[in-house]
């Protein structure tokens, strides 16, 4: 089955600085990737998602993740941190027929001012 | 907005009884999901459901059992609870290849 792997739990960054969230996948066929934010007390968001075409897709919130093949790596980018955006980040790997979307653990970002 | 509510939206129980949780969609999607969410270990599916009686199990379906009797209802039991069942549970629905929708969740505490 497919898995996720998000190496880093917790990753602290300044307002207004760059941000790369990482995220690698394990799956044997081209898989369906998926980012999802979420917010304390609250669901997830999709914030983008990569099934086909350009490897480098653009999303909700000035987010924006490259699809890595050689890598087995989606990770989730941004210019430009804003305070608002500290919350949960979750990668997701589907598998073909997209009913069994397996998640990675999690990376919390913590935004100082 | 893809109109998933979830009840309760906190629940209480005791370890060995029973407890149901309900997921409500409002825009006829097929395919539904319960996943339950634990530290360290992201979101892990739990059933699924592709239409009406229509059912499968996930990755941690030991102790639970699903029933879709109506498009829009999708209900989680806990047979019998247990303590390692304490967690937050969410529904989401697929809408075609858009990814999935997350209800608000249930925070389920079982002592």
């Known amino acids: 089955a497919q898995s996720v792997t998000q190496p880093d739990i917790h990753i602290t960054v300044s307002e207004g600085a760059s941000l790369e969230l990482r995220c690698n996948y394990s799956?044997?066929?081209?898989?369906?990737l998926f980012w999802y934010v979420q917010s304390p007390g609250q669901g997830l968001q999709l914030l983008l998602k990569y099934f086909s075409g350009d490897t480098l897709v653009q999303g909700i919130k000035g987010f924006e993740a490259e699809f890595k093949r050689s890598q087995s790596s989606f990770n989730l980018r941004k210019p430009s941190v804003h305070w608002s955006d500290a919350a949960e980040y979750f990668c997701?790997?589907?598998?073909?027929?997209?009913?069994?979307?397996?998640f990675g653990a999690g990376t919390r970002l913590t935004v100082k001012p | 907005d893809a109109g998933i509510t979830q009840s309760p939206r906190h629940k209480v129980t005791e370890t060995g009884t029973p407890v149901t949780l309900r997921c409500h969609q409002t825009?006829?999607?097929?395919?539904m999901y319960w996943y339950r969410q634990d530290p360290g270990h992201g979101l892990r599916l739990i059933h699924y459901s592709y239409g009406v009686k229509d059912t499968d199990k996930g990755e941690v379906s030991d102790g639970y059992s699903v029933s879709r009797s109506k498009t829009e209802d999708f209900l989680l039991t806990l047979e019998s609870a247990t303590s390692s069942q304490t967690s937050v549970y969410f529904c989401?629905?697929?809408?075609?290849?858009?990814?999935?929708?997350f209800g608000s969740g249930t925070r389920l505490t079982v002592v």
């Open positions: 825009e006829n999607h097929r395919y």
């Open positions: 989401a629905i697929r809408q075609g290849d858009h990814g999935y929708t």
């Open positions: 997701a790997v589907g598998a073909g027929n997209n009913n069994d979307m397996r």
């Open positions: 799956y044997g066929a081209t898989p369906y």
